[in-house]
Structure formats: structure tokens, C-alpha cells
């Protein structure tokens, strides 16, 4: 078992920056992939960013992400960080921190564990 406590939301103007954290107790995340979704009001959950443990730790954006977000990992402090920089107000939502072993990290069913969620609201 894997438990997951997010934690670094809150609100910021758009163009401003956030780091949220994943902090996991339980187990080891050196051998999961990690991943990190959001879900806005009235939207299903998506994909934001993954980093998986094998290949040296392999990240994938999705598109939206790629440039302005970068996640992380620390197996020493079994962590995981998500930098989110040059946010916008589409990017406002509950931010979901997942962990799991599967070769397809872009997809809900492919996290066994998921921690309870974070707050990011971005004001124009």
C-alpha cells in the first residue's frame, strides 16, 4: 500500500509559478511510476505529467504541460514535485498525484494509488 498526501496549492496570478509536492508513506516509490493529474469543475480527470522508474526516470508532458510544467522525483525522500510555472486560468483545477506500475502512464486506470488532492486556482 501506497499513501499519497499532495500538498503546494493555493492561489496565484497567471504567469506566476507553484510547486506541488507528493509526499508517499508506506512503501517505496523508487519502483512506481509516478504520475500527476488534474481535474476542473464539470471535467473528467486528466493527464498532466508522468516520470516512471525504469529508464532512468522517463517524464511525458501532455501537451498543455510540456514547456511550462516539470516534474521530479526524490527516491531518497520519496517524493514527488510538479513545478508549474507560467500558469494560466485553464490551468485552475485539482491537481491528483498517482502512483502505479504500467507501461501506459497516461491513462487513469494505469495508477493503482492516488492521494487526495491539491488546489491550484489561477486568477487573470
Known amino acids: 500500500q501506497v499513501q499519497l498526501v499532495e500538498s503546494g496549492g493555493g492561489l496565484v496570478q497567471a504567469g506566476g509559478s507553484l510547486r506541488l509536492s507528493c509526499a508517499a508513506s508506506?512503501?517505496?516509490?523508487?519502483?512506481?511510476?509516478m504520475g500527476w493529474f488534474r481535474q476542473a469543475p464539470g471535467k473528467e480527470r486528466e493527464f498532466v505529467a508522468a516520470?516512471?522508474?525504469?529508464?532512468?526516470?522517463?517524464?511525458y508532458y501532455s501537451d498543455s504541460a510540456k514547456g511550462r510544467l516539470t516534474i521530479s522525483r526524490d527516491n531518497a525522500k520519496n517524493t514527488v514535485y510538479l513545478q508549474m510555472n507560467s500558469l494560466k486560468p485553464e490551468d485552475t483545477a485539482v491537481y491528483y498525484c498517482?502512483?502505479?506500475?504500467?507501461?501506459?502512464?497516461?491513462?487513469?486506470?494505469?495508477?493503482?494509488?492516488w492521494g487526495q488532492g491539491t488546489q491550484v486556482t489561477v486568477s487573470s
Open positions: 498517482a502512483a502505479g506500475r504500467s507501461y501506459n502512464v497516461v491513462t487513469t486506470t494505469s495508477y493503482d494509488y
Open positions: 508506506g512503501s517505496t516509490i523508487s519502483n512506481y511510476d
Open positions: 516520470i516512471t522508474w525504469r529508464y532512468g526516470g522517463r517524464t
